[in-house]
């Protein structure tokens, strides 16, 4: 059975709003999900060293795992596109920090393919940068770093509909997750 692993950003938790929608498409495709915590509020989100953090609190859970799980990750829990790197993890980045050089060169470094998510109003995203990331990229005119945009609440949970199916339709094109090979069962005569 394939993994998923949600990395929540620094003020929601991984099971809350846009979090528990992406986590859903991975769910339903009969993946485990693993939701982490944070062990404690980090002090500063956009210091070099949040990345270092953020790849100790989330290593120890893919090590428990083992293969090639999928990762989830949104605005603080990008910080672990260094470790998506290092073990060639596909991945889906909501909301990434585009704006500080780890988490860009960690993404630049990565071999399995990800997906960018992001908003035009969103001041750490960078809609440029992120085609030239990647070919996966969805985003979403006006949408802030919470992907909320402007007008009445239903524009919003439209937003919120599209982005997840984006996520499915990366999923499609990535072959996610990837079909285990059939092991022919063998027959005992008389059975």
């Known amino acids: 059975m394939p993994d998923a692993v949600v990395i929540p950003g620094g003020q929601l938790g991984p099971a809350a709003g846009l979090l528990m929608y992406a ?19 980090p002090v500063d989100l956009l210091e070099r060293q949040i990345e270092s953090w953020v790849g100790n609190e989330i290593a120890p859970l893919l090590g428990s795992l083992g293969g090639k799980p999928l990762l989830i990750g949104k605005s603080l829990g990008t910080n672990a596109a260094a470790l998506a790197a290092e073990q060639s993890l596909p991945a889906v980045w909501l909301t990434p920090v585009l704006t500080v050089p780890w988490i860009v060169d960690a993404l630049r470094r990565a071999t399995a393919p990800f997906l960018l998510v992001g908003g035009t109003a969103d001041p750490l995203w960078d809609g440029p ?40 339709q990366f999923l499609d094109t990535i072959h996610w997750p990837p079909r285990q090979p059939c092991t022919p069962r063998r027959l005992t005569p008389g059975r």
Do not use: K, N
């Open 129 to 168: 940068l992120a085609r030239r990331l990647s070919p996966h990229v969805f985003e979403i005119e006006e949408a802030d770093h919470g992907m909320q945009v402007p007008g009445p609440l239903l524009d919003s949970i439209a937003a919120l509909g599209r982005t997840v199916t984006a996520i499915d």
């Open 23 to 41: 986590a859903a498409v991975p769910e339903r495709r009969g993946a485990t999900v693993h939701r982490h915590s944070w062990s404690r509020q």
